[in-house]
């Protein structure tokens, strides 16, 4: 029981951590949508290397987490990051968070908590083996360069969220196999070393590559992308958890049932967030501009809601 109380404190810490850092993203994410593509003004922004920095600290809480609790139980937390970007967004933008954010915050906190209700008893610490580990990345990759194919402008970008969420899932499901690999308790036993070097190598470019890719999601706003990317994170890692490291739900199919209808209910949550008015975070320096043409206060705008006063 003591092990699962440190798992859930660390991977709400763990949410927190990534939260600040995609807000601060979200920020400098018009440094790439202002005359920069290829970013490398973000190298010289101090408020970047905060972002990593962020980033890297919810990282390293994450794996803690996962060393005292099993995945299904670690990844939908991991969800809890757009609920604490509400709040920071809304403070970095000087506003209050909406009656709508709201809903959708409590929507995705129950569905999280009937979700963490039927997590089943796996044993934390479980890991793949290295073989499973690099088939995992080999299938990844392909699966992220489905997702990339295409121009990103628009409703791409949510594309580039999902290859963003699954490319981080990923990452923290074979986090796992590299810790365990160290200790050389692997399944199977000891393996050459070079095996543990190249799943560490997947972890490292699974990681950035999901930085990297949710900001590039991020150019459009954050609220959309960052929804998608908390979905497509713990559905990954599930996926992972349940078909290849054995962990399931409690009370059989009733419990699937719950897991199915909690999944549900914090989907919709995250709709609701995605859509409530700043979501989690501001819009780009495209979409300031973009408002020097907004409609009057008091007439309908393009979908048909009669524009902010």
């Given at each position: 029981m003591r092990a699962l109380v440190f798992a859930v404190v660390l991977s709400l810490a763990s949410a927190a951590g990534y939260a600040l850092g995609a807000v601060v993203q979200s920020r400098l994410a018009a440094v790439r949508a202002a005359g920069d593509p290829a970013?490398?003004?973000?190298?010289?922004?101090?408020?970047?290397?905060?972002?990593?920095?962020?980033?890297?600290?919810?990282?390293?809480?994450?794996?803690?987490?996962?060393?005292?609790?099993?995945?299904?139980?670690?990844?939908?937390?991991?969800?809890?990051?757009?609920?604490?970007?509400?709040?920071?967004?809304?403070?970095?933008?000087?506003?209050?968070?909406?009656?709508?954010?709201?809903?959708?915050?409590?929507?995705?906190?129950?569905?999280?908590?009937?979700?963490?209700?039927?997590?089943?008893?796996a044993a934390p610490g479980e890991a793949l083996s290295t073989a499973e580990a690099l088939l995992v990345g080999a299938a990844t990759a392909l699966l992220i360069a489905a997702l990339l194919r295409g121009r990103p402008a628009g409703r791409g970008r949510l594309r580039y969220a999902g290859a963003a969420g699954v490319a981080s899932g990923v990452a923290s499901a074979l986090t796992p196999t590299v810790t365990v690999?160290?200790?050389?308790?692997?399944?199977?036993?000891?393996?050459?070393?070079?095996?543990?070097?190249?799943?560490?190598?997947?972890?490292?470019?699974?990681?950035?590559?999901?930085?990297?890719?949710?900001?590039?999601?991020?150019?459009?706003?954050?609220?959309?992308?960052?929804?998608?990317?908390?979905?497509?994170?713990?559905?990954?890692?599930?996926?992972?958890?349940?078909?290849?490291?054995?962990?399931?739900?409690?009370?059989?199919?009733v419990g699937w049932l719950v897991a199915v209808a909690a999944a549900v209910a914090a989907g919709r949550g995250v709709l609701l967030l995605a859509a409530g008015r700043g979501g989690t975070g501001t819009g780009t320096a495209a979409e300031s501009e973009a408002g020097a043409a907004a409609p009057a206060p008091g007439h309908p705008d393009a979908d048909g809601e009669p524009a902010a006063v």
């Amino acid at each position: 029981m003591r092990a699962l109380v440190f798992a859930v404190v660390l991977s709400l810490a763990s949410a927190a951590g990534y939260a600040l850092g995609a807000v601060v993203q979200s920020r400098l994410a018009a440094v790439r949508a202002a005359g920069d593509p290829a970013g490398h003004g973000l190298l010289r922004q101090p408020l970047w290397w905060w972002a990593v920095g962020l980033n890297g600290l919810g990282a390293l809480l994450h794996v803690a987490a996962l060393h005292y609790g099993p995945l299904t139980l670690v990844q939908p937390l991991g969800a809890l990051t757009l609920v604490a970007a509400l709040p920071l967004g809304a403070a970095y933008e000087r506003r209050r968070v909406g009656r709508a954010e709201w809903r959708g915050a409590l929507w995705t906190l129950g569905g999280l908590l009937a979700l963490v209700s039927v997590v089943g008893p796996a044993a934390p610490g479980e890991a793949l083996s290295t073989a499973e580990a690099l088939l995992v990345g080999a299938a990844t990759a392909l699966l992220i360069a489905a997702l990339l194919r295409g121009r990103p402008a628009g409703r791409g970008r949510l594309r580039y969220a999902g290859a963003a969420g699954v490319a981080s899932g990923v990452a923290s499901a074979l986090t796992p196999t590299v810790t365990v690999a160290l200790t050389r308790a692997l399944p199977g036993g000891p393996v050459p070393w070079w095996q543990t070097v190249a799943v560490a190598g997947l972890v490292a470019v699974f990681a950035t590559g999901g930085m990297l890719l949710s900001q590039m999601a991020f150019r459009d706003g954050l609220a959309a992308p960052l929804a998608v990317v908390n979905l497509a994170n713990p559905a990954a890692a599930a996926v992972i958890g349940i078909a290849l490291l054995g962990e399931t739900f409690r009370a059989g199919p009733v419990g699937w049932l719950v897991a199915v209808a909690a999944a549900v209910a914090a989907g919709r949550g995250v709709l609701l967030l995605a859509a409530g008015r700043g979501g989690t975070g501001t819009g780009t320096a495209a979409e300031s501009e973009a408002g020097a043409a907004a409609p009057a206060p008091g007439h309908p705008d393009a979908d048909g809601e009669p524009a902010a006063v």
